[in-house]
């Protein structure tokens, strides 16, 4: 993959943009000519153009695609990022092949208008290659808007409503005992929520917890492969009997104080959904989180009428879309997509504005498989809405940092953007080059009669 995307016919791109900021032509002039900027502008501040569109694929512990956004004034850039664990190459292609022959020549301000037109315009909307494609576009618009202004992206969103992201962490085990640890290093370290996954007994590997094997491995056919997907085993019975008893577990450990999270990644059926949040009633969980798969959101409606154990649901969701039925229904408490999926900030702060309107709160995804710009993102947005709810957040280790340096910080259980302008984060891109991409997939999982599962 060259970390470069060199459109072939970028010259036209500009000298089309050039004429059309001279000539100022008519609106269907404009339309015919491809890639057609809105005119004029910051009264102020000189005229501005992408120039060019670096996409970058670096793998410093695990696989990460970054989009830099070059513009017409020295030294004036934005980095957005592009990652879609498991399919990054065909994101980097759709933002090299497609996306950057469209970029060059528009005016980067342009925020809502470029989001407007990368997705309307092919026609083919939506889906989670694009979507996560347009959020590298976007976050990279936004770092330059900021930078340009001189302020930090949350003073464009509104200024600040709140000091600092409160955040969770991860904690997981093999068993009771070992998750109740781990949850007490976590509460030592200073976080208030924490989501705890255990071990399910009698089945190989579980979402979030232990070694996995790949399902030839399973089947007994061949060796672990580490370039494919490692399967994992689930049976509802066994996990819907286990995990209630993990959270018994750590209330009677750890008291009431601590906001305790699980998340069931979308394997359920609505039923035993249903029967899951009723059973974790007593434990008094901050949220349940993806219980069913996204495909059918009127499922959702079967859980809240069996409890009251608050719902969160969208890291899979990929637009505004996807969301609106949960959040006009309230059927969920939190809406928690993943602002790399759903086309960027530009997108999560209309989610936002939606789920303002019914009391839902945002809890957007923030995993290690996504990049610090938008786990920046997500922290802006945090600290500029009033219906925020929690923020995931991961430790990226110190080779992902010093390739993308700047991210948020984790201070006694909140997290905080920096003050710089823009969204405060930056890709080394000389660094990046020396971690080449490694062929990776997500896991999959099997019943133990063989049958596929959602991971
Ligand atoms: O499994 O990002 O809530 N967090 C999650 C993540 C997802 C991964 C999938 O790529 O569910 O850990
Ligand atoms: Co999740």
């Not at 208030?192 to 094997?213: D, M």
């Not at 809405?385 to 991210?407: K, L, W, Y």
């Amino acid at each position: 993959m060259p970390p470069k995307a060199h459109p072939t016919n970028r010259r036209g791109f500009l000298r089309i943009a050039g004429a059309a900021t001279l000539a100022q032509p008519s609106v269907a002039n404009r339309a015919a000519r491809g890639s057609p900027s809105l005119t004029g502008p910051t009264p102020g501040l000189p005229s501005l153009k992408i120039t060019d569109v670096h996409v970058i694929v670096t793998c410093p512990d695990r696989n990460y695609v970054l989009v830099k956004i070059l513009t017409s004034e020295p030294g004036l850039y934005g980095v957005g990022d592009a990652t879609l664990n498991g399919r990054e190459l065909a994101v980097a292609t759709t933002l090299e092949k497609h996306l950057a022959p469209l970029l060059i020549g528009r005016d980067p301000e342009a925020v809502e208008d470029t989001w407007q037109y990368l997705y309307r315009g092919p026609y083919w909307r939506g889906g989670p290659v694009q979507m996560t494609a347009l959020a590298g576009v976007d976050l990279a618009l936004w770092d330059i808007k900021g930078k340009r202004a001189g302020m930090p992206v949350y003073q464009l969103l509104g200024g600040r409503t709140r000091n600092g992201a409160l955040c969770y962490t991860h904690a997981s085990g093999s068993d009771l005992t070992e998750v109740e640890d781990a949850a007490r290093r976590a509460i030592e370290r200073g976080f208030k929520c924490v989501r705890a996954q255990v071990a399910i007994p009698g089945l190989e590997g579980t979402y979030g917890t232990a070694r996995r094997k790949t399902s030839e491995e399973v089947a007994g056919r061949v060796p672990q492969q580490a370039d494919l997907p490692q399967t994992e085993l689930f049976e509802p019975g066994p996990y819907l009997r286990t995990v209630p008893k993990l959270f018994a577990h750590l209330r009677s450990a750890l008291g009431e104080d601590v906001e305790l999270l699980h998340d069931v990644h979308e394997k359920l059926l609505p039923v035993e959904a249903a029967r899951l949040a009723k059973e974790l009633e007593p434990y008094h969980l901050f949220f349940l989180e993806d219980p069913l798969r996204p495909e059918y959101k009127g499922s959702f409606r079967l859980i809240r009428q069996h409890s009251t154990t608050p719902i969160a649901m969208g890291e899979l969701f990929n637009t505004l879309w996807d969301c609106v039925d949960l959040i006009k229904e309230q059927l969920i408490d939190f809406i928690r997509c993943d602002l790399g999926h759903i086309g960027g900030i530009t997108n999560a702060r209309k989610v936002a504005a939606l789920a303002e309107a019914f009391q839902v709160r945002t809890a957007w995804h923030g995993p290690g498989d996504i990049a610090p710009p938008t786990h920046a993102a997500n922290v802006h947005v945090d600290i500029s809405i009033p219906n925020f709810g929690v923020q995931e957040m991961v430790f990226f280790p110190d080779v992902a940092r010093e390739v993308m340096p700047g991210g948020p910080e984790f201070r006694d259980g909140y997290m905080m953007v920096s003050e710089a302008p823009g969204l405060g984060t930056d890709v080394n891109e000389e660094l990046a080059k020396k971690y080449p991409y490694k062929r990776a997939y997500l896991p999959t999982a099997r019943r133990q009669d063989g049958s596929v599962q959602d991971w």
